[in-house]
């Protein structure tokens, strides 16, 4: 997802105590779910949930008499298991359910939930911009379960089946693919939604509003479809028009289209934008965004460079963090870093190098900015509120991760290990271990001190270049590195000037203070470190 409103976030960031403990994630240890059958009836005016059921289908991983469902406030009416009723506890967030024997490590147990109720998050039920009423999931991180029963962990991916039925004014969409539109007894209409391929919680949604649906004019690799506030019909193809190049550019850089269609979705979200498998949800200010001076607009499609990014970030997500989906919170950065510097690249093909470079250097003021503040590796395993992830290491500082990782690799082993990496993992899990293996197979390097420095470890390298020259055809450089805890040992590009022209050198520092000589027949006009910004560094240059 893209953040709306960094600023409010960092001031979070400095009320908030700083934990020691290891955080806990709700684990996939003893049942996970396979499959959901989610039918939801909504009321006319899409004020509350009228009737519901979750049938899920449950594979049993370790015996166990019980299946713990996480599942808010509304009210449970039944819980079935074989089509039986069973008992069942219901508080402080969990469904616990009492099967009626010992399951064991195999099984499959279809479970239904019936519930009814007014969700109090997950489900947003607002108005539209036109004051239409609307019902729109927004469930980042772990809040699809105040709507619908899950195991609401990323990890626990599942395909998804929605019977959505709303007055028949209501325009429908859902993750996967449009089964059919049926016309039910009362006058209503029931909309049926299949996603085929396993999806995390967080991205399971409906929306369910008097939107306007406007097909792509210009084809698209996949079925593309707007759906915006009647009073925007005549904005959705300008302002989507980035979408369709998305698509195609992702799909030869990476992997063809992981999903059955895209539905772009102007509605209700907390954030900017939320990266729903298939049907993406868009702050319902995106079409009335000004470009500011230092954005500015797209030449190429007219709207704001700001929304060019924001359009490429979310669409990045369906192959990083939807198709592939983090292991564990830790692992965030494989989502939004991800999405973070595949829609740079994005702007590298389309808006230009100057766009490119302009994107890393703000992403870069914004890590140096936050770590000020805060010092944690980009791997954090101990923030508690899960929100206060969304933070410049997940997202600025994974897109930097993955940047050096391309300069450090060359372009044709990085594309080939990232490829890779998404094939491996589609439709599935994958932790950064696994990034890092399949980097270092596409490579043929060992990988392991760059990952230990920069995902498992804090902070940036603040380097300080002192250089003599001794007048005897020799430079001296002096590498200092100032930054707390451990050396950085990536290597530092420089290049010196003279008065016939430039050389460039690698110095390969091994701590902290690193001396290199280096043959040189005039004395230098000019050193620079870093030319081609390669590195996520600070730095101060002396020279006598
Ligand atoms: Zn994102």
Not at 284 to 294: E, I, Q, V
Not at 359 to 378: G, M
Request: proline share 6%; aromatic share 10%; net charge neutral.
């Amino acid at each position: 997802m893209n953040i709306l409103r960094p600023r409010v976030f960092f001031l979070l960031l400095l009320i908030s105590s700083s934990a020691f403990a290891v955080r806990v994630e709700r684990l996939v240890d003893n049942w996970r779910p396979e499959h959901y059958l989610v039918n939801i009836t909504l009321n006319d005016q899409l004020t509350e949930i009228s009737s519901a059921s979750a049938r899920i289908n449950v594979r049993i991983l370790k015996p166990t008499r019980v299946i713990d469902l996480d599942f808010g406030e509304l009210t449970v009416d039944r819980v079935t298991v074989n089509s039986k009723a069973v008992e069942f506890t219901h508080k402080e967030g969990k469904i616990l359910v009492a099967l009626p024997e010992q399951a064991q490590a195999g099984d499959t147990l279809p479970l239904t939930v019936d519930y009814h109720g007014k969700p109090k998050d997950g489900l947003i039920l607002t108005k539209d911009k036109d004051g239409n009423a609307a019902a729109v999931g927004d469930n980042w991180p772990d809040r699809v379960h105040y709507w619908i029963p899950t195991l609401d962990h990323p990890s626990a991916k599942a395909t998804v089946t929605f019977n959505i039925t709303a007055p028949a004014n209501q325009e429908v969409v859902a993750n996967g693919k449009l089964d059919h539109v049926e016309t039910t007894a009362t006058g209503q209409r029931t909309w049926t939604f299949s996603e085929g391929a396993p999806i995390p919680p967080y991205c399971m949604i409906i929306a369910v509003g008097q939107f306007a649906k406007v097909q792509a004019v210009a084809g698209a690799i996949t079925p593309l479809s707007y759906y915006v506030p009647l009073s925007e019909r005549d904005l959705a193809q300008k302002g989507f028009s980035p979408a369709g190049p998305v698509l195609e550019y992702f799909t030869n850089t990476v992997a063809p289209y992981p999903y059955e269609k895209l539905g772009l979705i102007v509605g209700a979200t907390r954030f900017g934008g939320m990266e729903n498998s298939s049907a993406i949800v868009f702050t319902s200010n995106l079409f009335n965004r000004a470009a500011t001076p230092s954005i500015g607009m797209s030449a190429r499609f007219g709207v704001p460079s700001n929304t060019v990014s924001l359009i490429a970030h979310e669409i990045a997500h369906q192959w990083f963090g939807d198709s592939v989906t983090e292991s564990t919170w830790s692992d965030l950065w494989l989502s939004e870093g991800f999405a973070t510097y595949f829609a740079a690249l994005f702007v590298q093909r389309f808006e230009g190098e100057d766009a490119f470079r302009a994107s890393l250097n703000n992403a870069a003021l914004t890590v140096f900015a936050y770590e000020k503040k805060k010092l944690v590796p980009i791997f954090d395993r101990d923030t508690e509120n899960l929100m206060e992830l969304l933070n410049a290491n997940n997202y600025q500082k994974g897109a930097w991760v993955l940047h050096m990782l391309r300069s450090q690799l060359g372009d044709d082993a990085f594309f080939r290990g990232i490829k890779n990496y998404y094939s491996s993992h589609k439709h599935s899990t994958a932790s950064s271990e696994d990034l890092r293996a399949a980097l270092e197979k596409a490579s043929g390097k060992d990988l392991r001190t760059f990952f230990a420095r920069w995902v498992y470890d804090s902070g940036h390298p603040q380097y300080e270049l002192a250089y003599y020259w001794l007048g005897q055809r020799e430079l001296r450089i002096v590498l200092s590195q100032r930054q707390p805890g451990n050396v950085f040992t990536d290597p530092v590009p420089v290049t010196i000037s003279t008065a016939s022209g430039k050389r460039d050198i690698v110095l390969k520092p091994t701590g902290k203070l690193f001396i290199e000589r280096v043959p040189l027949r005039q004395k230098p006009t000019g050193v620079e470190v870093d030319p081609h910004n390669v590195l996520l560094d600070e730095t101060t240059i002396k020279g006598n």
